[in-house]
């Protein structure tokens, strides 16, 4: 095995030129194999292979900088630059994670995950370059979706006007992002397959920068030739380099966006090994969204090229029609379209994960919640039982959109309630709404849940009681009830317990009522503490005789890390609070 | 006057061809005069006079539909539908606002005052009309810089693909941004200037959208022929205008960055009436770039569009040279491109505007914070006594940027103070600082100021007392020394008076002190109170016998406000505070 041999780029560069195709069908062994058994970016990085190759072999890592847009292709690099025993060996299959990372190597430079940044970083990259008066290359490995996002557009405007030295952007260009492609820059990109870079209008040339094409970038050698020919260049250039997903493994060719990321599967048929057969929330919505939409043509399904936040599958997305738009990568446009879609008579309701809704801050402000447009957004993946990847944490949507005025920002604990609050949100025509999804499994209301959200900020009372109240929102609700039990269990009287359901105000009137028979006020929420909900009720109470204790997750960044650690480090558990509420009691605070 | 008759867009309609160009002037008197007594912007609107006309003439506002990009050149279309007065009589200068606003009038769509928008909104009623089958013509007016913003590029791209019907973009191509204009597509606009429309790589027709070249933007008949030819048109076009910014005054037309906004001039000279002569934050800091970067060439002042806010006038701009980088309207790639300097060697200062920085928050998490790149960002017009149109009030960075991990958040309350933070941050490489001016004048410190900012989240105790602790963040500093001499003077004891400096840490260790000697804790910031500083104290000592009031203002869109009356309030005068004391003090609460 060539692989074996490769520690670093440098022993790569002493290989001939034959025998790299070899290392490459090698690599993409290794690539399927880690994936069928601890899943991950596959179809992605099985397309890029020869074009990493071809990379570390014309330039010098780490003095000539690589930035990856996402760097969900990062894998043949993280192989070729000293990581590949997390890739061959299974047991260090978690060593190595699936995004570059500065702490694993010296080859890379930043910590990214979300879409169209790359061309913005190496911009900055060889400015300081620049103003220093070195010559290193900046490589930028950008594609499988990510160029329709706007900062890679703002990227492409700036480099092609005010970037004077180097800077070598390869656009790997393999017909798709997560799903289908969406945007007239891709009907631009097939004329210029289809001509071999020789199409008018050339959207990479439109912006000032100079273009080379390269028809198969699955092939090692014409990769090779064209980086030779552009390296040390002193001025912007893009080469678009034409590769096919999921090349080298059959299944994954035949099916690009099943196989964009996987978990665990067969590498005889390509199915999941242990797929999840229980209620899903993501299809629970779906299929309820599928039938609003045929009984109502003015609603419309909205996502940002991730179809997976409500499991939209191709046969969904069909059957949905004209009534379902991807806008491809590309969050703002998806929110203001949003706004102008709800303006103009129609009901949108967006959908993508808590971590994608950073990219589009100020939309919601100004474009939904200034103009009071009645869109409704679905936030999933927000929960510390969701993506644990540092650039995918979903815990920081509450302080992010909950002090946005005029949003209602509303939290479901369960299916019956989700739903409710949903139809309720399509249906209305004063406020933009926000809604975030349950992460705990899917639970079932244990009496009539309300059909009318209307009146604002207006808490549930789900259990009466004295002493303790227990503000517990959404998918920590089901915490509140074991907390309750185990309250009665240990002191031997009823708490309060309330479903808060709306993040974004208090219920001022409630919170009055609760000084009269209770002493402790306890907050429940799945998110970071600081700037969230808990904190809200805490300056309520603070002048008042009430104490008020909020647990929530601290203000940091995790990064694959254990849920259970996590939440007893942030004493997110029952006995934990208990020992709490002991403490205090047995103070003499409480009088 | 043929004004006078024009009260909607039918009136105008009656006009023969021959008596438009006559409007046209009497149109652009109206606006100098206003903005010579009222301020405003001028040069954006006197460009674009001719071109609303003919958007009026030929189409039928409201069943047609007209979004403006952040709308600051909307005022000939205020004029030309029934808000003519408040531009002509001067005691209703005040009554109509700078932006389109949907209150004011059934031909406004939107509230909008931030960039690059107008296509994405306007998707989005194009696509509403589809799905209900109707036919109306939806225009879009961008231009004056806008077109470099990334979400403008997504919406150019979801347009030229995925918009079936009926879309109007008409681009304003005066030349300019709020300064020159930056990126390449301005160098294509160039070609396509000088070619009449026929240069090659049209980045219009790029992203799949129709296009048409006007070469004289100011003419009223040849805009009116070209849209009376696409009225109607069942596909997204591209109308590429050309004008001249400040068109009709000469002083405007020769001073097109100084005239984009202006205060009330004198209309013989162009000069201001009422200049501010006073120290002023962004000169101050401006001077001190200047100086560090001649003493350090790694240093690099970054903006997005709005020199403004340093002050970076011109002349500045030449001096600081390839130090200086002015991304054009694109805040995500201005972030990401810090990052990028920050991480290969130099040492970035962007500054924005408060209201700004919505626009990049997800730059600010991912690329700066979870990279821990030492970049530094000033946050200018962070304040109730800032900016006060609704899209542009700088109240809400607190809770948006101070709850996302590894950013410090700084608030000096001084000049030195400032300075210091500035340029320790500027020298540090270990965090992303973040830097909020003050508002309320320049104040000068007391003694000596600390250079050192490395111990993060410790506070500064600038006056020993007892009883009530007041923590008075950045720029309500002052007002937190006038609150603790009024205690003095009420109650006869000192109260503790602190600088906490940090916006996104408690001092754990100086709280916990407290508690020994203190019974009230106020907490005073210039912000909103959710989400906030205050809540974070609030939240601390919860469970606790210090009781805790927040100051701050309440989470509402606040839109051409009186700040007193607004800070009347929210009780944020220190009668009030008092007043708010003694009932505490009052109460059997205290005990």
């Known amino acids: 095995m060539y692989l074996e041999k490769i ?39 099985l397309g890029i292979v020869d074009a990493t190759i071809a990379i570390h072999y014309v330039f010098d890592s780490p003095k000539d900088k690589i930035v990856f847009d996402v760097s969900h292709q990062c894998y043949t690099h993280k192989i070729l630059t000293g990581r590949k025993d997390g890739f061959i060996e299974p047991d260090k299959y978690s060593k190595i994670n699936g995004y570059t990372n500065p702490e694993e190597s ?15 970083l190496a911009c900055g990259m060889a400015k300081a370059r620049d103003l220093r008066g070195d010559n290193e290359n900046i490589i930028v490995i950008i594609g499988d979706g990510s160029l329709s996002g706007g900062e890679a557009l703002e990227g492409l405007d700036y480099a092609g006007s005010d970037i004077k030295g180097n800077l070598i952007i390869i656009f790997n260009d393999n017909q ?8 007239g820059i891709y009907n631009n990109l097939q004329l210029l397959r289809e001509t071999e870079g020789q199409a008018e209008n050339n959207i990479f040339r439109a912006f000032g920068c100079d273009y080379r094409f390269v028809k198969d970038g699955n092939d090692v050698a014409s990769v090779i030739k064209v980086l030779q020919e552009v390296k040390d260049i002193e001025h912007p250039i893009v080469i678009h380099i034409c590769t096919t997903k999921g090349k080298g493994y059959s299944y994954a060719e035949k099916n690009k966006e099943q196989t964009h990321w996987v978990r665990p599967f067969s590498l005889q048929n390509g199915e999941e090994k242990n797929p999840f057969n229980g209620e899903r929330y993501d299809r629970i919505i779906r299929d309820y969204l599928i039938d609003k939409m045929k009984a109502d043509s003015a609603v419309v399904t909205m996502i940002a090229a991730v179809p997976d936040a409500l499991s939209f599958s191709e046969e969904y997305r069909k059957k949905a029609g004209e009534q379902f738009v991807d806008v491809g990568i590309a969050e703002e446009h998806a929110i203001s379209m949003a706004a102008g879609i709800a303006r103009n008579g129609g009901k949108p309701v967006f959908a993508t994960m808590s971590t994608f809704y950073q990219r589009t801050y100020d939309q919601i402000s100004q474009e939904l919640c200034i103009n009071m447009a009645p869109a409704t957004l679905i936030v999933v993946n927000a929960s510390v039982y969701a993506a644990n990847d540092v650039t ?10 909950s002090n946005i005025p005029n949003l209602v920002y509303l939290a479901p604990t369960n299916k019956q309630e989700y739903l409710a609050m949903l139809d309720w949100s399509i249906e209305q025509n004063e406020y933009p709404v926000a809604i975030r999804a349950p992460r705990n499994g899917v639970f079932y209301a244990k009496g009539e849940v309300d059909s009318d959200y209307s009146e604002l900020n207006k808490y549930k009372v789900t259990q009466e009681g ?46 009055e009522q609760l000084k009269n028979e209770h002493y402790i006020v306890i907050t429940l929420e799945d998110g970071v503490l600081e700037g ?35 939440m007893e480090k942030n004493r997110l558990r029952i006995d934990l609070i208990i020992n709490d509420l002991d403490e205090l009691v047995n103070s003499n605070i409480i009088v």
Chains 1, 2 share one sequence.
Do not use: W
């Not at 440098?10 to 399927?32: F, G, Q, Y």
């Open 7 to 45: 520690n670093c780029p440098i022993d790569l560069k002493k290989m001939s030129m034959d025998a790299l195709p070899i290392l490459a069908t090698e690599i993409r062994e290794v690539l399927i194999n880690k994936a069928s058994v601890f899943g991950g970016h596959l179809s992605s990085n």
């Open 466 to 511: 004295s002493n303790i109240a227990i503000i517990a929102l959404g998918d920590f609700y089901q915490m509140g009830e074991n907390l309750a039990d185990e309250i009665v269990f240990k002191y031997g009287f009823n708490p309060t317990l309330i479903n808060p359901r709306y993040i974004t105000g208090i219920d001022d009137k409630l919170l």
């Open 106 to 120: 010296i080859h890379d430079y930043f910590r990214v995950g979300h879409t169209a940044t790359s061309i913005s």
């Open 176 to 183: 798709m992002s997560i799903a289908e492609n969406h945007g």
């Open 392 to 401: 995918h944490i979903g815990i920081f949507d509450i302080p992010m959109m």
């Open 532 to 566: 969230g909900f808990g904190q809200k009720i805490a300056s309520f109470y603070g002048t008042s005789t009430v104490k008020v204790i909020n647990y929530g997750l601290k203000k940091e960044f995790l990064d694959r890390y254990n849920v259970e650690k996590t």
